[in-house]
């Protein structure tokens, strides 16, 4: 995995950070567009769109970072493939500001339409009425969620996730795919799981992708509910943050060890 290794890591960290925030811009906008105005999306559209998006974001940077994209990846390359160790905290790093940043710049662009929402409908930052502005940005748990089928969900999807990912890239595989196609099967790998799961469960798949709007939004008012939900008696936010890294490294062993073996 040292394909990457002669460009430049300034470079890299730059796609990373426009690729990751590319994804949250996209994904993002349709969830505040649906929320906030009164062009409605559907699962089945929000899905599509967020698919489209992991395609594109792939294109930009694949050529350049190798298009993690995705703490859970880069921690996977780095434990499995050799990935330059030094790259690892600079990829989070730029992954997580990049989420951050186009997180605060859909913020800024339905700025005027969340306030009029918040005032139309008695609104107060903090509180949990407020989490349903939130969960724009980042996932909640239901009022009778089980804490342990969040988890383990979370794990199996990440490792199903993994595991299909690396066959798309593998270049072992029976049915070759040129790489120009790969970033389309995998933004349409990550649409049938929105579109399967997407509705029902709350599968991130990716760190970045969930806690870097919760720091954005307990700088804005949110404060310690952005993490921990309507259970303010555990850190919520754990779950989509520790669980994708679990499962697909744990996912990535499963297809180094027995499918690629």
């Not at 107060?124 to 349903?132: D, F």
């Not at 979370?154 to 970033?183: A, G, Q, T, Y």
Request: include cysteine; charged fraction near 10%.
């Amino acid at each position: 995995m040292n394909l990457y290794s002669k460009k430049n890591t300034f470079q890299q960290c730059i796609v990373e950070f426009l690729g990751t925030g590319l994804i949250i811009f996209f994904g993002i906008g349709c969830l505040a567009t649906s929320k906030l105005t009164n062009f409605h999306f559907s699962q089945y559209e929000i899905s599509i769109i967020c698919g489209f998006a992991v395609s594109l974001s792939i294109y930009l940077s694949i050529s350049i970072s190798g298009a993690h994209l995705n703490p859970a990846i880069t921690i996977f390359l780095w434990l499995f493939y050799k990935f330059n160790k030094k790259k690892v905290i600079p990829y989070i790093f730029s992954q997580i500001s990049g989420a951050f940043f186009f997180t605060m710049l859909i913020y800024f662009i339905y700025y005027n339409r969340l306030v009029l929402f918040e005032n139309k409908y008695n609104i107060v930052r903090g509180t949990k009425e407020s989490l349903q502005l939130a969960s724009i940005f980042c996932i909640y748990p239901q009022k009778n969620y089980l804490l342990i089928y969040d988890f383990i969900m979370e794990i199996i999807i990440s490792i199903i996730f993994i595991i299909m990912l690396m066959r798309i890239n593998d270049k072992k595989k029976i049915f070759i795919v040129h790489k120009k196609f790969s970033p389309c099967l995998i933004g349409i790998l990550v649409t049938i799981i929105n579109i399967s799961l997407g509705s029902s469960y709350n599968i991130t798949l990716n760190p970045a992708h969930d806690l870097a709007p919760r720091i954005f939004l307990s700088l804005i008012g949110w404060g310690k509910i952005a993490f921990t939900g309507l259970n303010s008696n555990f850190p919520y936010f754990l779950i989509p943050t520790i669980t994708p890294i679990l499962g697909i490294n744990l996912g990535g062993w499963i297809y180094k060890k027995f499918i690629n073996s």
